[in-house]
């Protein structure tokens, strides 16, 4: 049976067709009436169980038809396509309590899909002639997916609430009193989740109209993201905090949320940072020494001032060039193998180099070579040439080679002057004796006063010439 205009019509067990006059009720018309304009869906069965009524609302919900549905021996099991659905709905609806309001069925639609209808029978309470039982439904398909989607947000809220890395705190504006707070709150603060509901952050701020001042800007534009405050733990220690603040809803009531997150190790990293570096830059500008920072491919970061009086190139005009341009090719072999021995090693590397200077000179340089890693690991970030003017000692070795070179020379000259004197004495002896000894021979033979000794006495005196000639 469908409900159209002022008819109902369709199939009934005592006739095919019977206006709302044949309602005995006046009251019961009007019912029928309202029923067939509402918004719900409003489905009878007769006595055999097939469906008697089947208004537009079950038509444009479910895509089944008046006339696919009335009178259909298999209209639930269309509705209802597995066994045990079939047998649930029967049971509960035919067979179940005289009560049965909001019962939520899965129900299927024919273009596919589900749709979840909330069924109250009406029977119980009110009778229609010609339906065994009859009732309305609410498609609540939207309200219960929306349901759904709430509450995994929810859950994924309190996924991320409670395993943020950053302490998020929700309090109310007014009086800064903690509403909520993550479990990361709580150990950055160092207070148990019960101390710190309820406790006002000003209790716990170092200026607490300075924070006054971040909540009316933050309930005024909605937001506001980056700002520092001082806050103290537990143990009274200070924490220097990075601060997102968001005015939100919560429980129904305007709060604010802020996620904080402590920075005090980070800016006193960045304090001690800058200290150095203005302590490096002081030491490269007096520096005698030129200190070169040039990157892992070799290009020059950084030049200290003592660039321009030793090579003649300001610090600025260095910046962006390869360093091994500034090499002679003498040594750059040498000097690229020391760059690299300290990229991959540890440690430093010293070694003497000429480097060409912007008079297109050379200038000798005895440079130390190390790499500069990063603190969490062994990589090299860049790499750190000190350069010494080594031209004037270069001179000086020089000179100082030259004359221990000379003083050799003198000294060898010496030496062999001092074998010769020698190997003269120890030669002088025996020539003397053999001297001698002819001048004796000679005065025997002129002793002897015999003439065929005579002939021997020119021999004696040419012994004796050569002997004191040597």
């Known amino acids: 049976m469908i409900i159209q205009g002022n008819r109902i019509e369709g199939t009934c067990p005592v006739r095919d067709a019977m206006t709302l006059r044949d309602v005995k009720s006046e009251s019961d018309q009007r019912l029928l009436h309202v029923i067939a304009e ?25 895509g089944f038809s008046s006339a696919e549905m009335i009178g259909s021996a298999d209209a639930i099991d269309r509705l209802y396509p597995h066994e045990s659905t079939q047998t649930m709905f029967r049971n509960t609806w035919f067979l179940g309590a005289d009560s049965l309001r ?30 065994a039982t009859w009732g309305v439904g609410i498609d609540v398909t939207e309200q219960r997916n929306a349901e759904q989607s709430l509450a995994r947000s929810e859950r994924d809220y309190r996924g991320l609430f409670d395993n943020a890395h950053d302490a998020i705190i929700i309090f109310r504006p007014d009086d800064e009193v903690v509403l909520e707070a993550n479990p990361r709150a709580c150990e950055l603060y160092g207070l148990s989740n019960d101390e710190f509901i309820g406790m006002s952050l000003r209790d716990i701020s170092d200026d607490v109209d300075r924070g006054q001042d971040r909540i009316v800007r933050t309930l005024a534009s909605g937001s506001d993201h980056g700002f520092e405050t001082i806050q103290y733990r537990k143990d009274g220690a200070a924490m220097l905090l990075e601060v997102n603040a968001s005015l939100i809803e919560y429980r129904g009531e305007p ?46 970061l950084d030049a200290s001032q003592a660039s321009r009086g030793i090579l003649g190139y300001a610090p600025d ?8 341009d500034l090499v002679t090719s003498e040594f750059l072999t040498s000097f690229a193998e020391s760059v690299h021995h300290a990229r991959d090693h540890a440690g430093s590397s010293r070694l003497a180099v000429q480097f060409k200077s912007a008079s297109e000179g050379e200038t000798w ?20 040439i000190v ?20 003083l050799s020379h003198v000294n060898r000259l010496v030496t062999l002057g001092e074998m010769a004197g020698q190997i003269a004495h120890q030669l002088h002896q025996p020539l003397t004796a053999i001297a001698n000894y002819a001048g004796t021979m000679r005065n025997l033979l002129r002793k002897a006063n015999k003439q065929e000794f005579r002939e021997f006495e020119p021999f004696c005196d040419e012994i004796i010439r050569s002997a004191m000639r040597t």
């Open 102 to 131: 909001d019962w939520e069925v899965r129900t299927a639609c024919k273009q596919g899909g589900e749709r979840i209808i909330a069924w109250t029978r009406v029977s119980d309470r009110f009778q229609i002639p010609g339906w």
């Open 365 to 384: 340089l005895e440079c130390q070579i190390e790499g500069l890693r990063t603190p969490d690991s062994a990589d090299v970030r860049e790499i750190v």
């Open 317 to 324: 005009d260095l910046v962006g060039m390869q360093c091994a």
């Open 38 to 62: 509402m918004p719900v869906l409003m489905i009878a069965f007769d006595e055999k169980q097939t469906i008697a009524a089947w208004n537009p609302e079950c038509e444009r919900v479910t």
């Open 255 to 300: 709060a604010i949320l802020t996620i904080n997150r402590d920075v005090t190790k980070r800016r006193g990293a960045e304090l001690n940072l800058r200290n150095s570096k203005a302590r490096y830059r002081w030491l490269a500008d007096h520096s005698t020494d030129i200190i070169l920072r040039i990157s892992i491919d070799g290009t020059i």
């Open 387 to 406: 350069a010494r003017d080594v031209n004037l000692r270069r001179q000086e070795e020089e000179l100082k080679e030259m004359r221990s070179m000379e």
